[in-house]
């Protein structure tokens, strides 16, 4: 009866060692992934805002690439924004968001060579706090 006891609370303890190890494992894979979307989607903004700075030295020739960069920046930092919960990646994509909205008044309050240099920090940023 003791030896069976014993076979029982080996089984027991094997089994919870092997949930807690995949709970871990799970973590933190959970963990590598968020940091691997976090990084993608930074080196997706710093394209878009490679994008914008081209556009606004090419606003007198097409205006509408002004508002395609920045709708661009804005869908990535949406996804970004829904797949984290890092208070440092959500305040990069807070202050990002502030940038481009900056930028879209003033293209709508004539300026058509807006300064994008807060959009670059912005996104400089982000990228810092998505780096592992």
């Known amino acids: 009866m ?17 949930v807690a190890l995949t709970a871990g494992l799970t973590t933190g894979c959970d963990a590598v992934d968020k940091a691997l979307d976090c ?7 710093a394209d878009s805002v490679t ?6 030295d090419n606003a007198a020739n097409d205006p509408t690439q002004l508002d395609e960069s920045l709708d661009s ?3 990535s930092l949406d996804k970004l924004g829904d797949k984290t919960d890092n208070a440092d990646v959500n305040k990069a994509v807070d202050d990002l968001t502030q940038a ?5 008044t003033a293209i709508k309050n004539g300026d058509e060579t807006p300064d994008v ?16």
């Open 73 to 75: 920046i804005d869908k």
């Open 117 to 132: 240099s807060p959009v670059t920090d912005a996104a400089r940023e982000l990228t810092k706090v998505c780096t592992p």
């Open 39 to 45: 990084v993608q989607t930074a080196d997706t903004i």
């Open 2 to 18: 003791a030896a069976s006891r014993r076979r029982r609370t080996a089984a027991v303890a094997a089994t919870l060692a092997a």
């Open 51 to 56: 994008d914008l700075q081209q556009a606004v």
């Open 100 to 104: 481009v909205d900056n930028v879209r």
